[in-house]
């Protein structure tokens, strides 16, 4: 049998209903790159996507970094300076030179020696910032009336 080619339907205009959805085109963040919502770290042979909002903290590990989301981890590929700027600011905060958190994870700063603040998550976990982002967590911790 020879089917016969189905002429090609017009093209939808924009907002129409009956026009395919398709993935939002993301426009690129500072230095070109593209901001991350979803990564994909490989875990025992196989890939698995963690949706960034769920990613509670990241911790430098060498030539990787370390997602901490809930109780599971996972390695990820790629440089904490290249990570951090394909971030969301509004929804992460460095740290430290080996930290990032989810600023929604935060639950407590108490002030630490020589400027620096223990940083408490939701979770219970406590991390120590360092002094070189004292101002960024000092903004946060500050009262906006």
Known sequence: MNAAASPAAPPSAPGDPAAPSRPPTLAPGPAGLTPVFRSAPRTAG????????????????????QLH????????????????????????????RSLIVNIKRIKELQP????????????????????????????????PF
Request: no cysteine; proline share 1%.
């Open 46 to 65: 196989k890939t698995v996507f963690v949706d960034v909002q769920d990613v509670d903290w990241m911790e430098a590990a060498e030539n990787y970094v």
């Open 69 to 96: 989301s809930g109780r599971t981890g996972h390695l990820l590929h790629v440089a904490m300076n290249t990570l951090e700027k394909s971030l969301d600011p509004d929804m992460f905060l460095r740290i430290h």
């Open 112 to 143: 630490a020696l020589h400027g620096e603040y223990v940083v408490t998550l939701d979770n219970g976990v406590r991390l120590q910032s360092g002094r070189m982002y004292n101002e960024k967590l000092r903004a946060l911790a500050a009262n």
